[in-house]
Every structure is written in structure tokens, then in C-alpha cells.
């Protein structure tokens, strides 16, 4: 089966929202893959504000999380892949999710290419 976490994080990040209140992603600062500023990492973990009067373009879907926003004045691209997310909460009351240890797929192996299509019928000109 597919991972949970990322059909709880769309729905925790929406509940939050519905809520009006601001959601805090937490993020295991040293996954592989994770591209996030480095400088405000705390104990191998960061908390970031995805609301969206805080970032940009936001996404979420099954491979992770990826905005732009501003850390301490100058722009980043950020990705958190989906095994990285480890909470989403309300900043205002603490109140959301703490998501459960799963296991996540290895890269899935490329796929193999269409094999081009055999020699068929070609096309004449009727009079």
C-alpha cells in the first residue's frame, strides 16, 4: 500500500486552515533529499511556517512538500521530502498531528521504454 502520511498531511494542513490557524510543519532536518535553511536547524529538526501569508506556490503531494519563501530576508526553494515530515501542528494551540513510523517505497526503478511499434500496414493513394 501507499504510505499514509501524505493524505494526512493534505488533510491536517486543510484542517488547520479551515480553523484559521497557522500550521507548522516539523522536519527531520537530515533526510536524505531535504533542502531547507540550514542555519536555523535545531537539533537535527526545523520548524517551518507553511500558512500561506507565509510561502509561495506551496505543494503537497505523495513524494513531499515544496515552496518558496523568505528565511531571515533572502529567498529559498524548499523541499521536504514526504519521510522528512514529521508533525504538522497549529502554531497558535499545538493542536494537530504527530505522524506514525511507516515504511516508504525505494525509488521506484525506471521504467522501461515502449518498444517502438512493429512494421505494419502503410498507407497508398485511392484514385
Known amino acids: 500500500m501507499l504510505p499514509k502520511r501524505s493524505y494526512l498531511l493534505n488533510a491536517a494542513y486543510s484542517w488547520i486552515a479551515d480553523n484559521d490557524m497557522t500550521p507548522y510543519l516539523l522536519v527531520d532536518a537530515d533526510q536524505a533529499g531535504t533542502i531547507i535553511p540550514r542555519e536555523f536547524v535545531k537539533d537535527g529538526q526545523i520548524v517551518l511556517d507553511i500558512s500561506m501569508s507565509a510561502v509561495r506556490n506551496l505543494i503537497m503531494d505523495k513524494s513531499g512538500v515544496s515552496f518558496g519563501a523568505r528565511f531571515g ?13 514529521l508533525a504538522l501542528y497549529a502554531q497558535e494551540n499545538g ?33
Open 73 to 85: 530576508g533572502k529567498p529559498m526553494e524548499v523541499y521536504v521530502p514526504i519521510q522528512a515530515a
Open 95 to 127: 493542536d494537530g498531528f504527530v505522524f506514525p513510523d511507516e515504511e516508504f517505497p525505494e525509488e521506484a526503478p525506471e521504467p522501461t521504454p515502449p518498444t517502438p511499434p512493429k512494421k505494419g500496414f502503410t498507407l497508398k493513394v485511392v484514385k
